[in-house]
């Protein structure tokens, strides 16, 4: 592989992605049309690095893409069976801890979560099902709070903090404890100051953070992931892709 100074490149699965400084590995296959598979990483808001779906291997060492920096010697390999069998056991994970209930669940067919178990082949949760007793906060008048649904991948926490410059939420707890805060001295979501246009009401890859009166206005066959691939379709909720 020739180093070209001027248009830089890495090789991801053996092929050639440009670069711009300071990019990540992540930003710069996206922008190049190239997907990686991720959960809690949002081009418009700071890398977190917690959801570990975005692993790729380096070096014969595994990195979160969406924090490791571009350069041009990398060679990075994403699609490979070892890589998308460890991505299929974090899924599983997720969906054990939490209280997935699909055929149930009016985000059904616009969940990432969901969608990313299709595209891993997941057919069965592998490990023992945990079923938390977790809270559920109706008290917002437009917004609802399914914390049974939440995987915990602060998106909402970090739209609020640097987008909507509110901090309406945080993550308390630890371990398998860890759960969904809103900031009020009641820590009801009703006392906060989100607001239903707000990024962080409308970021949720899941359905965790709902709208009210909203679950059932788009028909099945017309969600983002009813006919599409989260490969193909991309990590974006239906009202960002409009
Ligand atoms: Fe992530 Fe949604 Fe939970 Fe917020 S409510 S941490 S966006 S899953
Ligand atoms: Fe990289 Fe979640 S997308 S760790």
């Not at 949002?42 to 380096?58: D, F, K």
């Not at 299929?88 to 939490?98: C, D």
């Amino acid at each position: 592989m020739t180093i070209d100074i001027k248009n830089p490149s890495f090789l991801l699965d053996g092929e050639e992605v440009p670069f711009t400084e300071g990019q990540t590995v992540m930003e710069a296959a996206l922008t190049a049309g190239s997907y990686i598979p991720h959960l809690c990483f949002h081009p418009e808001l700071q890398a977190h690095g917690s959801c570990r779906l975005c692993i790729v291997e380096s070096d014969n060492r595994l990195h979160a893409s969406c924090t490791l920096q571009a350069n041009s010697r990398l060679k990075v390999s994403s699609q490979t069976q070892a890589i998308n069998k460890m991505r299929k056991h974090i899924v599983q994970m997720l969906f054990v801890e939490g209280n997935h209930i699909c055929p149930s669940c009016e985000f059904s067919g616009n969940c990432q979560l969901q969608a990313m178990a299709y595209e891993l082949d997941m057919e069965e949760g592998h490990f023992h099902f945990r079923y938390p007793k977790r809270e559920q906060d109706a008290s917002h008048n437009d917004i609802f709070l399914d914390r049974d649904r939440c995987i915990n991948c602060e998106l909402c926490v970090r739209a609020s903090r640097e987008n909507d410059a509110k901090n309406v939420f945080s993550l308390g707890g630890r371990g398998t404890e860890t759960h969904l805060c809103a900031n009020s001295a009641s820590g009801k979501l009703g006392d906060t100051s989100l607001d239903v246009s707000d990024k962080a009401a409308n970021i949720c890859p899941v359905g965790a953070l709902l709208i009210n009166d909203q679950s059932y206005v788009t028909p099945k066959e017309d969600r983002v992931y009813y006919q599409t691939s989260i490969s193909l379709r991309g990590n974006r909720r239906p009202k960002e892709i409009e």
